[in-house]
């Protein structure tokens, strides 16, 4: 059984029953058979159909961004905002995707010719997160459907109205059967669907353990697998930067989503020139930021996205503290039912130490002090992950260096990083492999064929 559950006010919400093996069985059929008519679908037919899904988005964007809010905390205007993205990111791919699986032709000579095609393969398994629990499934539904493949979607436990929700769009604008289906199971039950013969392939944005553990099973498979992991992304403050914008969108991109994103900026590297100027502004911007109720409007933040998060980063940060950093205020649990947790700011973190290369999901800043961009590359570099990144100088010279030398499958130039449609999206090291969004994303799960004529 899966409960909706309100991380704002600990209020339980709708219940969803867990599929059976014999369930979930049924569904794999399902979608095979979806496959055999999907894959041949005419083009327009596909687009036509993403539009109508971006339609029951918009029409019912009110009640789903309600559904958001209710299950993970996120602010009503950043819920309906997502709920508005879906539908774009439908729209985006209805009107340029075709252009993306044209066919690429190749003069070999002596009258030979190479075709390179772009063919859909089958049922791709999306194992999602809960942090934007419809704008991840969008981005691998909407490529996946103009592709001519189809989608089994396994959701966070903690958003099952939204994962439901999904499924209902779908199904409301018309999506043939099995097309499109969530599968309400718990995570022990994922390597059996990989392993299947009738999956081909699987996507999965979460966690970096989680990422190993599909990735593993993947292999075993011998499928293709792509893998959006966490970050701990790199914000860096050059002595030629607008520094009034930088600490502004330093704010916004650290507290998003109560910091629960994986492309927040957690790491803020600052040259030492500006350094204080830097974090007169900075400071002031955390502390002004107001935590409370999502429903209301005048809240900038919301609460995390359940109890045990709260109490995992609040353990984080005092092992920060022990470690030798500084807490310059926040980081507090304040009394009431919710997760809530305060912003918070540390600086003078030993640079041995682990936490300095650890990801912090919720709204606590790191902050190092750099004497030049040479170090700045050097601590920007120094971790595990390579997600994304954000630079902000108004030099030409410094801005072409750090795009060169900080190891990110993404980076911002003076402003915040955000995905797109238009936009490849992943990143390398341990923060996964492959691309999600663009022409990049809607090929991944595609066979590039070649035609010899």
Not at 224 to 231: Q, Y
Request: overall charge negative.
């Amino acid at each position: 059984m899966f409960v909706s559950k309100n991380p704002a006010t600990g209020e339980s919400g709708a219940s969803f029953e867990e599929l059976s093996a014999s369930d979930v069985d049924a569904r794999l059929d399902k979608a095979v058979a979806a496959f055999r008519r999907w894959r041949t679908t005419p083009m327009a037919e596909r687009t036509a159909l993403l539009e109508r899904i971006a339609d029951q988005y918009e029409a019912n964007r009110d009640r789903l961004a309600r559904t958001i809010t209710f299950e993970m905390g996120k602010t009503l205007a950043s819920a309906t905002a997502e709920v508005q993205k879906c539908a774009d990111g439908f729209r985006f791919y209805a009107a340029h995707g075709p252009a993306m699986l044209a066919d690429v032709e190749t003069d070999l000579g002596g009258g030979r010719r190479a075709i390179a095609l772009w063919l859909p393969q089958g049922p791709v398994l999306a194992v999602m997160p809960w942090n934007y629990p419809f704008w991840q499934v969008v981005r691998f539904l909407a490529p996946t459907i103009l592709a001519g493949n189809v989608g089994l979607l396994k959701h966070a436990s903690n958003v099952p109205g939204c994962a439901a929700a999904l499924e209902e769009m779908a199904t409301a604008a018309g999506a043939p059967d099995g097309l499109f289906q969530n599968l309400h199971i718990k995570s022990g039950a994922v390597a059996a669907i990989i392993a299947d013969d009738r999956v081909v392939a699987v996507t999965l944005t979460g966690s970096e353990g989680a990422g190993v553990q599909v990735a593993e099973q993947a292999g075993r498979a011998l499928k293709k697998v792509v893998l959006e992991l966490g970050g701990s992304d790199p914000f860096i403050v050059m002595p030629s930067a607008d520094l009034d914008k930088a600490a502004e969108i330093a704010v916004k991109a650290r507290i998003q989503n109560t910091g629960q994103s994986c492309i927040c900026a957690k790491r803020m590297i600052v040259h030492a020139d500006v350094y204080d100027a830097f974090m007169d502004r900075f400071v002031a911007g955390m502390k002004a930021v107001k935590t409370g109720d999502p429903l209301d409007p005048a809240t900038d933040m919301g609460p995390m996205s359940s109890h045990a998060a709260r109490d995992e980063i609040a353990a984080q940060l005092a092992g920060a503290v022990k470690a030798g950093a500084t807490k310059l205020f926040g980081g507090d649990i304040p009394e009431g039912p919710g997760a809530y947790f305060t912003p918070a700011i540390l600086v003078d973190i030993p640079r041995d130490a682990s936490v300095a290369r650890e990801e912090f999901f919720g709204p606590v800043a790191m902050v190092f002090k750099v004497k030049d961009i040479d170090e700045a590359v050097t601590v920007a570099n120094d971790i595990p992950f390579g997600l994304g990144s954000s630079i902000w100088t108004r030099d030409e010279a410094e801005q072409q260096r750090l795009i060169r030398d900080i190891e990110a499958g993404m980076t911002a130039v003076n402003q915040m990083l955000a995905s797109d449609p238009n936009a490849p999206f992943g990143g390398i090291k341990r923060s996964g492999h492959g691309r999600e969004l663009s022409r990049h994303g809607l090929h991944e799960f595609m066979n590039l064929k070649t035609v010899m004529v």
